[in-house]
């Protein structure tokens, strides 16, 4: 069956780093766009950042995170990941794996908490 798992969260000073990893299985990894989606407590979920499918893969960002978060992709190990720099408070929330491709099922994984705070 399909699987998303998360890993990478924790708490993190302000100004900090942290990487996290999806590891995917139970589909075809390499033909899906790859996004990070993140929810703070009372707010509505939101997209971090896309790497698209397609060989090289495309990215984009949300403006809040440009210049300090970068999402790659290893289609050998089934797994993408999201390098999160100069981390702030507002970037506290549960970060959520998602894959997406034209015409198939969304698959979600579980979630990873990630904590801002001095």
């Known amino acids: 069956q399909v699987q998303l798992v998360e890993s990478g969260g924790g708490l993190v000073e302000p100004g900090g780093s942290l990487r996290l990893s999806c590891a995917a299985s139970?589909?075809?990894?390499?033909?899906?766009?790859m996004s990070w989606y993140r929810q703070a407590p009372g707010k509505e979920r939101e997209l971090v950042a896309t790497?698209?499918?397609?060989?090289?893969?495309?990215?984009n960002y949300a403006d809040s995170v440009k210049d300090r978060f970068t999402i790659s992709r290893d289609n050998a190990k089934n797994t993408v990941y999201l390098q999160m720099n100069s981390l702030k408070p507002e970037d506290t929330a549960v970060y959520y794996c998602?894959?997406?491709?034209?015409?198939?099922?969304?698959?979600w994984g579980q979630g990873t908490q990630v904590t801002v705070s001095s």
């Open positions: 998602n894959a997406a491709r034209v015409g198939s099922s969304r698959y």
């Open positions: 139970g589909f075809t990894f390499k033909t899906y766009a």
């Open positions: 790497i698209t499918a397609a060989a090289g893969g495309n990215t």
